[in-house]
């Protein structure tokens, strides 16, 4: 019963090509995010969105572009992928409602996704 | 502004040795404080977690207590498994998530 879910596990691309995350929550969370964590481990937030709307926009450059379809939803699409772009992403979400109450903004991680960009 | 700053790993010790990692805050009024574990392969999972000034969070044999005079929320653990072998992330909520810069712990047998 999986409760943040990414797609895919693994990405190995190209430089300059165009790709797409995908993140699902099924918690019933009104917030999501997405973070980076390089290859020393250190995380760094991206985005965050709060009923679809942008909360949270860090220094990003701006290939890349969060979408929020619904609560449930936040996708993470990268135009013109660079080699400094491989990383392992992670989607996470919290909220006080839905079936996992996060109390003061615990945040649900989901698995990561592998992105090596070639 | 607000940042976590937390020991500088790697960390290794024999099993059933004592566990400390510091953490320290900056923060503007009273943050949550966190610690989180990523185990190898994996997303990150919440350990802990205080919510006021001499609070403790404990779980899994871990503790840590929120030090609002010292700004600390060190984390503990008396007697360390090869389970335990992952990295942990020290973090505070204050309107937003800042993380420390996570310490790798390797327990060898």
């Known amino acids: 019963d999986t409760a943040v879910s990414q797609t895919p596990k693994y990405l190995v691309t190209q430089m300059g090509n165009d790709k797409s995350i995908k993140c699902e929550q099924n918690?019933?969370?009104?917030?999501m995010y997405w973070y980076k964590q390089d290859s020393k481990k250190f995380l760094k937030i991206m985005f965050s969105?709060?009923?679809?709307?942008?909360?949270i926009n860090e220094t990003v450059p701006n290939r890349f572009s969060p979408k929020s379809p619904d609560k449930a939803h936040l996708n993470l699409h990268i135009n013109s992928l660079e080699l400094g772009d491989s990383a392992v992403y992670f989607c996470?979400?919290?909220?006080?409602?839905?079936?996992?109450?996060?109390?003061?903004?615990?945040?649900?991680f989901g698995p990561g996704t592998r992105l090596t960009v070639l | 502004g607000d940042s976590v700053t937390q020991m500088e790993g790697p960390v290794t010790l024999s099993e059933e040795a004592f566990l400390t990692i510091n953490c320290t805050y900056t923060?503007?009024?009273?943050?949550?404080l966190f610690w989180y574990v990523q185990y190898p392969g994996e997303g990150l999972q919440l350990l802990l977690k205080?919510?006021?000034?001499?609070d403790k969070g404990s779980n899994k044999g871990f503790e840590a207590t929120y030090r609002k005079e010292t700004t600390s929320f060190h984390l503990e653990k008396g007697s360390v498994q090869v389970s335990d072998s992952a990295v942990y992330f020290c973090?505070?909520?204050?309107?937003?998530?800042?993380f420390g810069a996570g310490t790798r712990l390797t327990v060898k047998p």
């Open positions: 973090a505070r909520w204050n309107n937003d998530m800042r």
């Open positions: 205080a919510t006021k000034a001499d």
């Open positions: 923060a503007t009024g009273y943050p949550s």
């Open positions: 969105y709060n009923n679809k709307e942008l909360i």
């Open positions: 918690l019933g969370h009104d917030t």
């Open positions: 996470a979400s919290s909220g006080t409602s839905g079936r996992a109450r996060s109390s003061y903004n615990e945040q649900f």
